[in-house]
């Protein structure tokens, strides 16, 4: 599947989950997601997520990161997850990085928007599609620009904030 998304920092939350929930968004997801993160020699990268009830191993092969982040993004959805971890390891991947944040998720059409909460950042709120002109366009529509967006990574994220 393409995902295409940009991250809007510092946010009003309850504000712009007001507006989007006016429009008839649907909460799709709210708790703690943990993620670990895995590297094999050649430089491919895994993410398995726990989050909720279900487990997601998911691989991004990237297409252009410019104002806007695209990927090309395959994810299984996997019941243990230790065995995955193991797994993984068994096959030379290895294990560089992990996290948790607090997300809270809506879907209103073909438009997912993440808000997430890190320890010692600021919430903030990630649109996604699989198409620029609607994340241009939903973005736009909670008033904010598409200068006011990054397309920064999870761990870039935590460097801007400093807390890596």
Excluded at 17 to 35: N, P, Q, S
Excluded at 107 to 132: A, C, G, M, Q, T
Aim: net charge negative.
């Amino acid at each position: 599947m393409q995902e295409i998304e940009v991250k809007i920092f510092e946010i009003d939350k309850d504000f712009l989950i007001g507006k989007i929930k006016k429009l008839w968004a649907e909460k799709i997801f709210e708790g703690e997601i943990v993620a670990d993160f895995y590297i094999n020699d050649a430089g491919k990268k895994i993410r398995l997520r726990r989050a909720a009830w279900e487990n997601i191993m998911t691989y991004k092969e990237k297409i252009t990161v410019n104002s806007i982040m695209e990927n090309l993004e395959y994810e299984i959805i996997f019941d243990k997850y230790e065995n995955l971890c193991n797994t993984l390891e068994c096959i030379w991947f290895n294990k560089y990085w992990n996290s948790s944040k607090y997300r809270i998720g809506y879907r209103l059409w073909n438009i997912i928007y993440d808000f997430d909460k890190y320890e010692w950042i600021p919430w903030f709120v990630e649109v996604e599609s699989d198409n620029h002109e609607d994340v241009i366009k939903w973005v736009e529509i909670l008033w904010y620009c598409m200068e006011d967006t990054n397309a920064l990574t999870e761990r870039l994220v935590k460097e801007h904030y400093w807390v890596v």
